[in-house]
């Protein structure tokens, strides 16, 4: 590989963000590291990515397994790969999950985090280099926030297991940045959706079964508190805003949003609308969906992102619907072409 090419290490590329990240950075002429889970190459090759397509030829891409908590593991892998930025996407994301899970959720997302800066701070000592370090912090931090929209001095009143082991984790890269030097970021990301979410996420799940229905392939859609409202955007966008942090003179931590909010109802009216379906007559309320506590009104305030960062979402709200429902119509084709072909006409 070319000595004179940025290399960057992400640890949760198989994920989505970490997907659209690679394809960003290669397509930049980056050399890119992912860190995966071990077993993690499966899920890359189901998301059926073609990431040659945006690079260099050969393609600049290496893949490293690691346990985020494996801290030894993580530091051999940052001697091995000699990043110039670190991009720390990889966590035990589901926050519903979070609360069946909080042991694991913590130690994955907040001692996870704590032990790679920790390899990193020793990697810039040993090497005499300046890794910039991107965390992955989220909305969730403002829990129940006593004014919105929500901007980079609002305070934090996380309300999940998920937003705690967060909250850690964006204090500790604080903490590094003005400790020691680092060129450490926090972004404050939205909610952001893509085709490449997972369906234990409400948009995909939606997506997915509304398509489904719609070709017969599913009867019913069970699903928690429809007044729950989100601001979406799409992971593309919000990867970019993760880049152009570590582009910075000087280490920051951004709001990233679209400063639109839409309820889970909104949502059912444009996936099902679009697939000229009443959702009424399919979606069912299940209390197993209800989180213990959930947060209020969160949509963000991006001036600082705008300003300083020259960023803004490029995809709205019903463009981001409608990719994602046209790319699970083709999904739920395929699924049903091969139904018939088994001659399989069960539904769920």
């Avoid at 494996?70 to 001697?79: E, H, K």
């Avoid at 929209?149 to 705690?164: G, S």
Wanted: a negative charge; glycine letters at 8%.
């Amino acid at each position: 590989m070319s000595s004179d090419r940025r290399v960057a290490l992400i640890t949760g590329i198989a994920g989505q963000d970490g997907s659209y990240l690679a394809e960003l950075l290669l397509a930049r002429g980056y050399e890119v590291h992912g860190v995966l889970v071990p077993g993690g190459t499966a899920r890359i090759a189901d998301q059926d990515l073609d990431w040659q397509s945006v690079a260099h030829d050969p393609l600049p891409l290496v893949f490293h397994e690691a346990e985020l908590t494996d801290g030894t593991n993580l530091r051999s892998i940052l001697f091995s790969a000699m990043p110039d930025e670190i991009y720390h996407l990889a966590a035990q994301s589901n926050v519903r999950l979070s609360f069946d899970l909080p042991v694991h959720t913590g130690n994955v997302i907040a001692l996870g985090t704590l032990k790679m800066l920790e390899a990193v701070r020793a990697y810039n000592e040993a090497t005499g280099r300046s890794c910039r370090f991107y965390q992955a912090a989220s909305s969730e931090l403002f829990g129940q926030p006593h004014e919105s929209p929500q901007n980079e001095q609002t305070p934090f009143r996380p309300r999940t297991p998920y937003a705690c082991a967060k909250l850690f984790a964006y204090w500790q890269t604080v903490n590094y940045r003005e400790a020691y030097g680092m060129f450490a970021c926090n972004g404050i990301l939205y909610n952001h959706e893509s085709p490449r979410r997972s369906d234990a996420y409400v948009t995909r799940k939606i997506t997915r079964a509304a398509t489904r229905i719609k070709l017969g392939l599913q009867k019913k859609l069970r699903l928690g508190d429809l007044d729950a409202r989100r601001d979406w955007g799409f992971a593309g966008d919000y990867v970019e805003a993760m880049w152009r942090m570590l582009q910075q003179d000087d280490p920051g931590d951004y709001v990233i949003a679209t400063g639109e909010t839409h309820s889970i109802r909104d949502l059912l009216d444009e996936v099902f609308g679009y697939l000229d379906l009443d959702w009424r007559e399919y979606v069912e309320t299940d209390p197993t969906c209800f989180r213990p506590t959930d947060v209020g009104l969160l949509y963000g305030d991006t001036r600082k992102a705008r300003t300083r960062l020259g960023w803004e979402p490029k995809v709205g709200f019903r463009e981001l619907v409608r990719m994602m429902a046209d790319h699970d119509l083709r999904l739920a084709q395929r699924e049903l072409h091969e139904k018939t072909a088994s001659g399989d006409e069960s539904s769920s």
